[in-house]
């Protein structure tokens, strides 16, 4: 006796996309395990041929007739392969045989878990040719709408990405850091946000020139990016300025991320070919827990305070925002 699954746990391990063109197809439409076990029936076939016993649970070779059984079983190795049409003589409850022209293929996706075959079929075979017409445009639908999610899902990456530095870019960093603003507004969580600026970059490019300064662009970010944690959002702010907001960061954390990633731009030479620099970056930083900001265009404005405190003790260092800072303007 063949136990089937219960329908509402299959129900959820089904693959939708094939299990619908079956159940929406109007001629007869099976899908059967390697063991000819049937999985599926449409209601046309089990009307025709099993309409006392469910078909679902049967076996396939049960309901064709001798001949009909040797010619699918020599199929059985070619079945997963690739689309296969045969003739196939079906045994109805009255005694008769019906022949109907099939085409199987196996299905991409597994359904009920395990690898399927499907079939179908119908009775006259001149309406053969334009079935597989048809599901040759269903699958060719599919491929076509697969290239598409992964077009877009390109797109929307290289919208939220500087290309210089492969980092994400501005209009990305706000509509991010607006969520994550909203969620410690919500719930309470430090956040901490620090801006960092290339020191004496105007140097590197009239110096060394525009590609080498490129270069030095591409190299603090990537040095910046391994410093990170998954959770940061670090982006290219505009020129040689970089912003980091850190979530459920603390002030204290974030002044030790920042020493981090400080040391890290400054760790080195930037080569390339023959040319030879040193860098290093400013960095202020504030944090919610520092005040209680209106907005997050004001934490911004802080860490941008904190910035210009850091370029005008020395640059490279790390500054964190108070109270009596001096905004940038003044």
Not at 95 to 104: D, E, V
């Amino acid at each position: 006796m063949v136990v089937m699954p219960d329908p509402q746990t299959t129900e959820s391990m089904q693959a939708p996309s094939s299990l619908e063109f079956f159940k929406n197809c109007p001629d007869y439409a099976i899908i059967f395990d390697t063991q000819w076990r049937i999985l599926y029936a449409s209601p046309s076939f089990e009307a025709r041929f099993c309409p006392e016993t469910k078909a679902e649970g049967s076996s396939l070779l049960d309901i064709l007739d001798e001949v009909s059984v040797i010619r699918i079983r020599d199929l059985q190795d070619f079945l997963l392969q690739g689309s296969r049409h045969t003739e196939l003589h079906h045994l109805t409850p009255d005694g008769k045989i019906t022949t109907l022209n099939y085409t199987f293929f196996p299905l991409s996706e597994k359904i009920f878990g395990q690898q399927v075959i499907g079939g179908i079929a119908r009775e006259r075979s001149a309406d053969l040719a334009s079935l597989l017409e048809i599901i040759n445009l269903n699958l060719e639908l599919e491929r076509k709408q697969k290239e598409l999610s992964d077009a877009n899902a390109r797109l929307e990456q290289l919208a939220a990405t500087d290309q210089m530095t492969g980092l994400y870019n501005r209009y990305y960093f706000f509509q991010v850091a607006q969520h994550i603003w909203e969620e410690y507004r919500r719930y309470k969580k430090p956040a901490t946000l620090m801006m960092l600026d290339l020191d004496n970059f105007k140097e590197v490019n009239d110096t060394f020139g525009h590609l080498l300064g490129d270069y030095v662009l591409k190299e603090t970010a990537a040095r910046l990016k391994s410093r990170t944690r998954r959770v940061d959002i670090l982006a290219r702010y505009g020129g040689e300025e970089f912003v980091l907001l850190a979530p459920n960061t603390d002030t204290e954390t974030g002044l030790v991320l920042a020493e981090r990633l400080r040391t890290a731009v400054s760790d080195g030479a930037y080569v390339q070919g023959r040319h030879r620099t040193l860098a290093s970056v400013s960095i202020g930083v504030s944090s919610t827990e520092l005040q209680d900001f209106p907005s997050f265009q004001d934490l911004l404005e802080s860490s941008d305070q904190a910035l210009y405190s850091a370029k005008r003790s020395g640059k490279n260092c790390v500054y964190e925002y108070s109270r009596g800072m001096i905004p940038r303007s003044s």
